[in-house]
């Protein structure tokens, strides 16, 4: 993604390069027109990175809000075990790409076109889709739940970390008061009714485990950014690779278990929202918005999916409620300040 500054320096090269080559070669009349041309057409592409950039940004904080039903779309689906459910709803994602890629080749565009990537990205983005979840359940099942989920959910604040070393992109106080911020704040929810955190060393493989899942998907969302020019339908084809691993691990390590009438309807939601459409939206938001601000934001997760069980009766209100959500609102709108600045 190019940034607004990193825009302008490339459109200054640009004019630069343009007028010397006009120096040499066109008469001096045209030469002042030409110029005056040039920088007029430079200037006017530079003010359009920032919108573009703001909407990108928001398309991606989409994800967010649709992994927010996450949890309480899961457990519509009890009993089902977790590789059983990341296969099904996995597949119904993938589904509704092929539907997108049978309607495109109606108009000449061939299906296959949108798998031809190459190694690398494939290794990247079923890397991220399935290696997050796979490490997420192995933390679960060797950790308590509550320290399991603690580790994996800073994800968000590496990548805020990470995000400074790709290029045209810095790291800020604010980015990082802002993620860490949200952090305490996903803090509060997580532990609100544990006690506190019981960190002990037959617990270390889940833990470890809950690292490697944070590193998965924080590596996933800020390496995507180099491929920027891979198109986002390719996100259909690491759904599908992603629900034939999951199938492998359920019948590998679980038993199958169906769910009830409206458990099936839970998984079609899953499938359709926070497991498929939310990668899509995630994948552009990575690519051309503002990344740092899509971190810090994404604390709004835990936070959205708190009041949703609120709302439906499966969690009760408290004052740490209400903490976490000063804490997550505002490290979002702190770690956001250079792109409305830019778009005053």
């Given at each position: 993604m190019t940034t607004r500054f990193g825009f302008r320096r490339h459109s200054h090269v640009v004019l630069v390069h343009s007028v010397l080559v006009h120096r040499l070669f066109i008469p001096l009349d045209s030469r002042r027109c030409s110029a005056l041309s040039l920088q007029a057409m430079a200037e006017s592409t530079l003010p359009t990175a920032a919108p573009a950039r703001l909407r990108a940004t928001l398309i991606g904080g989409v994800a967010v809000l649709l992994w927010a039903t996450l949890a309480l779309l899961t457990t519509a689906t009890a009993p089902m075990p977790p590789f059983q459910l990341v296969a099904l709803t996995f597949t119904v994602a993938f589904l509704l790409a092929l539907g997108k890629w049978v309607f495109d080749a109606a108009n000449g565009v061939p299906v296959l076109d949108r798998l031809r990537q190459p190694?690398?990205?494939?290794?990247?983005?079923?890397?991220g889709l399935f290696g997050y979840h796979f490490f997420y359940f192995v933390a679960l099942g060797n950790a308590p739940a509550v320290d399991a989920s603690l580790i994996a959910f800073l994800w968000p604040l590496l990548i805020v970390l990470f995000s400074a070393l790709l290029p045209g992109e810095r790291l800020r106080w604010f980015h990082l008061l802002g993620a860490l911020a949200g952090l305490a704040g996903a803090a509060l929810l997580i532990t609100r009714n544990a006690g506190g955190l019981s960190m002990r060393p037959e617990f270390v493989l889940g833990y470890l485990a809950a690292a490697a899942c944070a590193l998965t998907w924080s590596g996933y969302s800020v390496l995507s950014r180099r491929f920027g020019r891979v198109p986002t339908d390719v996100v259909g084809g690491f759904c599908g690779?992603?629900?034939?691993?999951?199938?492998?691990?359920?019948?590998a390590f679980e038993e199958t278990r169906w769910p009830d009438g409206p458990g099936w309807l839970a998984v079609l939601a899953l499938g359709l929202g926070p497991v498929g459409a939310a990668f899509f939206v995630w994948d552009y938001g990575v690519k051309?918005?503002?990344?740092?601000?899509?971190?810090a934001f994404s604390y709004a997760a835990p936070l959205l999916s708190t009041l949703l069980l609120v709302v439906f009766g499966r969690a009760e209100?408290?004052?740490t409620i209400g903490a976490a959500c000063l804490l997550i609102v505002g490290g979002a709108i702190l770690a956001s300040r250079d792109i409305w600045r830019r778009r005053s």
């Open positions: 190694a690398a990205v494939w290794l990247l983005g079923v890397g690779a992603t629900a034939l691993l999951g199938l492998l691990c359920h019948l051309h918005g503002d990344i740092k601000a899509l971190g209100p408290s004052w």
